[in-house]
């Protein structure tokens, strides 16, 4: 596989997931294109989300009860401001943080095998395995596009991702290690 790859199942249910906007609002707001969303800003983001979501929460606690599984966030996130909780139709969870930071969660009853990922690298978060890659350009097409660095693994039934424009993969592992659940995190 090429490095491209990490574009997880979790981000590509989000990003093209049914829209509850109409068809020309989705176009508009960019949710089709992937290199939409990476020149998005912190607005454009949020728009994207809503019009690729089935509904946006107010609280973590709401969500959790809304995709049936708990929901976990960073304990050590306080450079961001989360900017939204969303949830699509496939029931993938996206917390969206201002400065190209999200989180992915979604229910899966399958186990990845990350060891047969050709991914940039093998990690772990909390002892669990995940795959996990640096930001940086593309290099198997020549429109050299930018790419986040990412951080996913498997935990209990869940697939966790975690997203970062231009955040380096030791830092991502770290916010993620830090995940709790979130009754646990005070909102």
């Not at 929901?71 to 996206?94: A, M, R």
């Not at 380096?168 to 005070?186: G, Q, R, T, V, Y």
Request: aromatic share 12%; with cysteine; charged share 25%.
């Amino acid at each position: 596989m090429k490095k491209g790859f990490f574009l997880t199942v979790g981000l590509a249910l989000f990003m093209w997931s049914k829209k509850t906007a109409s068809h020309e609002d989705v176009i508009s707001a960019g949710a089709y294109s992937f290199d939409n969303w990476m020149k998005a800003n912190d607005d454009k983001r949020v728009t994207i989300c809503k019009a690729e979501s089935k509904k946006e929460f107010t609280s973590l606690k709401e969500a959790s009860e809304a995709v049936n599984f708990m929901v976990k966030y960073p304990e050590n996130l306080k450079d961001n401001k989360l900017l939204g909780i969303f949830v699509s139709h496939f029931n993938t969870l996206t917390l969206l943080f201002d400065n190209g930071f999200y989180i992915t969660q979604r229910k899966s009853n399958i186990v990845p095998d990350y060891s047969n990922f050709d991914a940039p690298r093998l990690i772990t978060v909390n002892k669990f395995a995940g795959m996990g890659g640096e930001p940086h350009i593309n290099d198997f097409d020549t429109d050299k596009k930018p790419r986040p660095g990412f951080a996913e693994w498997y935990e209990d039934g869940v697939v966790y991702s975690v997203f970062g424009d231009t955040i380096p993969l030791a830092k991502l592992i770290n916010i993620a290690d830090s995940m709790k659940n979130c009754l646990e995190h005070n909102e």
